[in-house]
């Protein structure tokens, strides 16, 4: 029972659905778990795995977010949302109440339901879940960093002379699938000339010139707003030397 008690504590800090748990199942992890193995039963014995229940306020602005839509429809998302939780905090303890209750039995019924699917795992099917969890907290560690770059406005990465062709050529290409489309784009790449490709080739170069002015650029509006953890190592030693210099 202490690996079902662990992998009660994982499940519901992650509170995700089994589905969301067993995307792409039967894979091998990436780094640092590349050597597990994350076998194909997990998407069928773990598909009607029940989500976490909403909270009581999520509870009452889901409920509530349509009809505020509906009486401005040109408002923002955000802007209702923001008068939704304005709404809430003012809302009497009593009709709060109900909502609280709301989440109190599904929650109840939640926990019942999770202890009533681990206790058909097996400890090593427990195990690899587990692992697969960690996986997916990596994974969506990494998005968030990516938005953040996005955010701050990081340039993007040079593209190769290949990658340059295929972006010019799909929206030309009449296959209907884009798998279909990529085939055919694959196959007019590897019939071009010599010449033809040095044209994308140059243009890859001249991206990659791009990308290293903007980069330097950017690192160096990091360096004065104090984020020197986004700038490249080589960056920061060379910023490093270039002080000791003086």
């Known amino acids: 029972m202490a690996p079902l008690r662990s992998m009660w504590g994982v499940l519901s800090a992650l509170g995700r659905s089994g589905a969301e748990l067993c995307a792409g199942c039967g894979m091998r992890l990436r780094l640092p778990f590349s050597f597990v193995y994350i076998p194909k039963w997990f998407s069928s014995a773990l598909a009607s795995y029940p989500k976490k229940p909403l909270t009581s306020y999520l509870r009452f602005s889901k409920e509530q977010l349509p009809i505020y839509k509906a009486r401005n429809p040109d408002a923002k998302t955000t802007e209702l949302i923001k008068k939704i939780a304005e709404v809430w905090r003012d809302l009497p303890d009593s009709e709060k109440k109900i909502y609280e209750d709301a989440y109190r039995a599904d929650w109840q019924?939640?926990?019942?339901?999770?202890?009533?699917?681990?206790?058909?795992?097996?400890?090593s099917q427990v195990l690899s879940l587990e692992k697969e969890i960690i996986?997916?907290?990596?994974?969506?560690?990494?998005?968030?960093?990516?938005?953040?770059?996005?955010?701050?406005?990081?340039?993007?990465?040079?593209?190769?002379?290949?990658?340059?062709?295929?972006?010019?050529?799909?929206?030309e290409a009449k296959d209907s699938s884009s798998q279909a489309k990529l085939k055919s784009i694959n196959e007019n790449w590897k019939n071009l000339s010599s010449s033809e490709k040095q044209v994308y080739i140059q243009l890859a170069k001249d991206d990659k010139i791009r990308y290293y002015n903007e980069m330097k650029s950017w690192e160096e509006q990091m360096m004065e707003v104090g984020r020197d953890d986004l700038i490249r190592r080589y960056v920061k030693e060379q910023a490093k030397d270039d002080t000791e210099k003086f």
Do not use: C, D, H
């Open 135 to 171: 996986q997916k907290r990596l994974k969506k560690k990494s998005l968030i960093k990516k938005r953040e770059l996005t955010m701050l406005g990081k340039p993007k990465r040079p593209r190769s002379a290949y990658n340059i062709f295929v972006s010019e050529s799909f929206q």
């Open 109 to 123: 019924a939640y926990k019942e339901e999770v202890n009533r699917i681990q206790e058909q795992l097996t400890p």
